[in-house]
């Protein structure tokens, strides 16, 4: 038996529900509006929303395409890459070039890329209605998309010259005299601060403008900055608030994210942040959001996304582990673009194949369990990797899901689960489940898995 069968199979995309709100009987998740948790997975990859390539302009990406590739490994978010340089270098020689922007290029005078300057001043609106019809399809899919408002790696990361001389908010890229690096320092961090009220003025009034246009769709998040540093914490802070307070007049309000700050940044800064959801780093004391995440304690919806944990890597056994832990894993997936931009690929590389494959896995368990009071446990079973949900009252444990890494046998202590319990393995590898003997609960039992490898097992009170 597979993950094809009636009981597991993925059922035909329903629109997403929300908008979310983080769930009250368990806020290590969020909820809809009929109060029920709804686990967060899925892969998202850079050219999500803005072309990126080689050739100028850049050649299209293939979005029906992308939510197909989605749905089939029943995905359900992703994150609206946002890029801010018009064209920008990771490494020597390879030069990429982006669009579209939310500023018309009007002039009069050429910016530094030789086309004509931005005027932040008004907006282009086929760039908000490539937003809107492509956030409206993702929820038609039942998939929520988090919009990325601004993007911070760039202005620290990228190669001279086009670092801010390729940002709109270059003194010499547009004309309305807005200078992000008053300095000279060839940056631009100070365009992810509220040092400069004429740019905070314009951020402003994009966010509006973003804000107005999705407001009335069901799937949106926001994120406020991809990698901004650590400088960037007001100003992260002011727009978490700023989003709030805006949407807080409108029809809908939608969850506001904070990811991790590349580089130097704090996870409790995350924490202490107003926003609704995070992204970490690694670092999280005796634990690691790598090899061994810490138990989500409900303070935050934690969102941990490979994408600030390891750049591009991660593996199957990290997506079990942080699902057991109550947390909603993402995978920056390299898609059609191998492990890096510039590696053109025909087809999304197989290499990736096993993590994408266990999101979805994890989200089809999800939904199997009463996910509202379902709590990460590192006792109940001896690998320390459970999730289970000790029924009314916290009386008695219903439900057990134990990852068990290496395969083998696990102790899992059925102290509080009275009665026969039915038990079912599953094979991270191959998608199959094995039903096995019922056993009787009332103290620890130890289960052995019955196929080689990474296992999983849940243990239900029948």
Known sequence: ????TPEMQAPHPVPAAGPLRVCEANPRYFAGPDGRPIYLTGSHTWCNF?????????????????????????HNFFRFWAWEQTQFQEREG??????????????????????????????DQSYFDRMLQRVRAAGARGIYASIMLFEGWELQFVLAP????????????????????????????????LAIP????????????VVDTVNDLDNVFYEISNEAGPYSTEWQYHMIRFVKSYQSGKAKQHPVGMTFQYEGGSNQTLFDSPADWISPNPEAGEFSYTD??????????????????WGIGGNQSWVWKSFCRGHNPLFMDPYLRGDFFREHLSEPGPKWEPIRRSLGYTRRFAQRMDLAHCLPSLDLASTGYCLANPGQEFQEYLEYLAYLPDGGE?????SAASGQCSVEWFEPSTGRITHAPSVSGGEKRELASPFEGEAVVCVRRE
């Open 292 to 309: 061994n995440p810490p138990p989500a304690d409900g303070r935050k919806v934690v969102l941990s996304d490979t994408d600030h944990l």
């Open 1 to 4: 038996m597979t993950f094809t």
């Open 162 to 193: 086009w670092t801010v001389d390729a940002h709109p908010f270059h003194r010499d890229n547009n004309i309305n005299g807005i200078d992000g690096d008053p300095e000279n320092t060839g940056k631009g961090k100070a365009i992810n601060t």
């Open 410 to 414: 696990v102790t899992l202590d059925l």
């Open 198 to 209: 004429a740019i905070t003025r314009v951020q402003e009034a994009y966010v509006r403008k």
């Open 94 to 123: 390879d030069l990429l070039y982006v669009s579209p922007f939310p500023w018309p290029r009007t002039g009069p005078g050429k910016a530094r890329d030789g086309k004509p300057k931005f005027d932040l001043s008004r907006f």
């Open 50 to 74: 803005k072309d990126m390539g080689e050739s100028d302009p850049p050649a299209p990406f293939g979005f029906p395409a992308y939510l197909d590739f989605l749905t089939r490994r029943h």
